[in-house]
Every structure is written in C-alpha cells, then in structure tokens.
C-alpha cells in the first residue's frame, strides 16, 4: 500500500523566513502527488499538484512544490512566509498501487508564523 | 457558488445510536469520497465512490456504510457508533475522479461518540 510521510510535524518560523516541508511517498510507480493546506476553522483546498511534466511546480500564495522521482519527495517551498501562512498542511498521492480512486494523505505539517 | 456542504457540522452522541452525515456537492461530480481526520494520523479515506451506485473501500472502512443513489449525494452511515469513531469527518468530491482532477472538500463534521 502507498504511504506518505511528512517528518516535520510542527514548525514555528518568523515572517520572512523561508520555508520548506518535506513529503516523501512510497510507492515508485506513476503517482499524483498534491498538497492541501487547512487554515484554522476552514476546510482542505489545493494549494499545488503535480501530475506530469516540469517537476517544479508552482501554487497559490507564493508556494512551489519540486517532485525528485529518484528520492519519492515532493518538497513544498516557500521564499518568504507570511503571518498568513499559519496553517496545517498535507501531502498527498494518488496513483499506483491503489489506482488514482484511493488517495493516501500524510499525517500534516502545523506551521506557525510568528509576526 | 460551487461548494461541498454537509451536515450536521457538530454532533455528540451515544455508543450504538445509528447517525448519518450528509454530504452532498453542486458541482456535478462523479467522484465523492469520505476522510477522518484524527491529531497525528492526518486524513485517512474511508469509503469513496466513483459514480451512482458504484462504491469502494478506503483504508479505513470498517464500522461505515455508505450509499451513491444519486449523484450530488453521498450520506456516511454509523450504524453503530463507538467512542473510537470519535473524529472530524471530511467530504470531498472531484470531476469524474481523474487522477488530475482536484479534490474539493466540504467544512467537515466533529462527531463526538460518548
């Protein structure tokens, strides 16, 4: 079964400071990888995908994403964080094994930007 | 406006009372898929569902039932709660389920099982 995994489970950073929050998959096959972000009290939406072509792959607010197939990581950056950012995020994939119907999500990132 | 709603968005009750959260999207999609949330485990899928009455098993279906009779619809059964049920429940449907397709979610349902 595919599995995601975020090692940095809560990162507190002050604005300006540059982001990066790690994602690494398990599964080596043709995946689809995303992130969401959860502001406090508001519900899931995408902040970037990755489905085929240029592996750097830019969002919403300033977020980029690079996909290395060779290391399974789908990285997420941020140049320069803003007080705004102060959210959950979650990794994502779809694709083989489980078919791009299953979607395994990794256990979340709690980033707190301090003004 | 284009949105996931579901209902209710709080609900605490008892071990064994049978509940069911709706869901149901605006959007015209065929795929809808249920998640909880639990501190430390992120989201984990439940049921999803391709189309009408085509339904499958997430990672974490047991003590769940679902049903697609239509397609805005996708209710999540508890036929028999228990405290471990205990979680945020999200909706979320995407166009035709296509391995590019963004998921969109509704605003979740906190179910506390006493």
């Known amino acids: 079964a595919q599995s995601v995994s975020q090692h940095n489970h809560h990162v507190i950073l002050s604005e300006a400071a540059s982001l990066e929050l790690g994602c690494n998959y398990s599964?080596?096959?043709?995946?689809?990888l995303f992130w969401y972000v959860q502001y406090p009290g508001q519900h899931l939406q995408l902040l970037l995908k990755?489905?085929?072509?240029?592996?750097l792959v830019k969002g919403i607010k300033g977020f980029e994403a690079e996909f290395i197939k060779s290391k399974f990581s789908f990285n997420l950056r941020k140049p320069s964080v803003q007080w705004s950012d102060t959210a959950e995020y979650f990794c994502?994939?779809?694709?083989?094994?489980?078919?791009?119907?299953?979607?395994?999500f990794g256990t979340g990132t709690k980033l707190q930007v301090i003004p | 406006e284009a949105q996931v709603t579901q209902n209710p968005r709080y609900l605490i009750t008892v071990t064994g009372k049978k509940l069911t959260v709706t869901c149901s999207q605006n959007?015209?999609?065929?795929?809808m898929s249920w998640y909880r949330q639990d501190p430390g485990l992120g989201l984990r899928q439940i049921y999803y569902?391709?189309?009408?009455?085509?339904?499958d098993k997430g990672d974490v279906p047991e003590g769940y039932k679902v049903s697609r009779k239509e397609k805005r619809n996708f209710p999540l059964i508890l036929e028999s709660p228990s405290p471990n049920q205990t979680s945020l429940y999200f909706c979320?449907?995407?166009?035709?389920?296509?391995?590019?397709?963004?998921?969109?979610f509704g605003p979740g349902t906190r179910l506390t099982v006493l």
């Open positions: 979320a449907s995407s166009d035709r389920g296509s391995n590019t397709d963004t998921q969109y």
């Open positions: 599964y080596g096959g043709t995946v689809n």
């Open positions: 990755y489905f085929s072509g240029d592996p």
């Open positions: 994502a994939v779809n694709g083989a094994p489980g078919g791009y119907q299953k979607v395994t």
């Open positions: 959007m015209n999609h065929e795929y």
């Open positions: 569902s391709m189309n009408v009455e085509v339904t």
